[in-house]
């Protein structure tokens, strides 16, 4: 049973281009988060996604947005990356109708952005 | 702004003691979870608790929620040297709603 997995492990990337992080959630979830992990502090919350919409969004700007694929796979992407956009992205994903509620995280992306 | 804050920001202790952390939080809950973190890579689910609780135990964790006083805390009895880690706590305001973290503890256990 495959946990949730996350590509690439790692990036590097300059001011102004683009990203995109993937997530492939844990066998039998269908909902994705992602967060933001800057150094030395917790993760934030950007974004969920549930059938394939976007249902709850964080504090971040329009220059993050993502998507879902029928098979409950996600992306993220980022436009005109800024130096603040260096951090470790996490996904997790969860099954919408359990009362469990328990997240289960990927390793993570780590963005570094020069 | 973040829901939860825990305390101490870094502790360390010998192995074999007992390590406490304390999360606060500012609104009304659903749940709490804590979750462990190792060197920057992925965050493990360790132990759940709803806001009608007021104690859970899971192995070596026990788990306490105070509701009237926003907070939570975590015991890991018989600490090892594996133990070490960042701990966060995470709540959520509503059954569905997103999971707000705290900036964590991390624990050092020292042989």
């Known amino acids: 049973d495959a946990g949730v997995t996350q590509s690439p492990t790692h990036l590097i990337k300059t001011r102004g281009q683009q990203v995109t992080l993937r997530c492939s959630p844990k066998s039998g979830h269908d909902t994705v988060s992602w967060y933001q992990q800057a150094l030395g502090q917790g993760p934030q919350f950007i974004f969920q996604?549930?059938?394939?919409?976007?249902?709850q969004r964080g504090n971040f700007p329009d220059r993050f947005s993502g998507h879902q694929f029928p098979n409950y796979s996600s992306e993220l992407n980022v436009n005109a990356l800024l130096l603040g956009d260096s951090a470790l992205y996490l996904c997790?994903?969860?099954?919408?109708?359990?009362?469990?509620?328990?997240?289960?995280f990927g390793s993570g992306t780590q963005l570094s952005v020069l | 702004s973040q829901q939860g804050e825990e305390d101490p920001q870094a502790l360390s202790i010998q192995e074999g003691e007992n390590a406490t952390m304390n999360c606060s939080y500012k609104?009304?809950?659903?749940?709490l979870q804590w979750y462990r973190q190792n060197s920057g890579r992925g965050l493990v689910h360790l132990i759940l608790?709803?806001?009608?609780?007021r104690e859970k135990h899971s192995g070596r964790l026990r788990v306490t929620l105070d509701t009237s006083k926003k907070s939570s805390s975590l015991l890991i009895t018989a600490s090892r040297a594996a133990d070490t880690a960042s701990y966060f706590c995470?709540?959520?305001?509503?059954?569905?709603?997103?999971?707000?973290f705290g900036p964590g503890t991390r624990l050092s256990v020292l042989p």
């Open positions: 995470a709540t959520s305001r509503n059954y569905g709603q997103n999971f707000v």
């Open positions: 996604y549930y059938e394939e919409e976007e249902r």
């Open positions: 609104t009304s809950i659903n749940n």
């Open positions: 608790i709803r806001s009608n609780e």
């Open positions: 997790a994903s969860s099954l919408r109708r359990s009362t469990n509620e328990k997240l289960f």
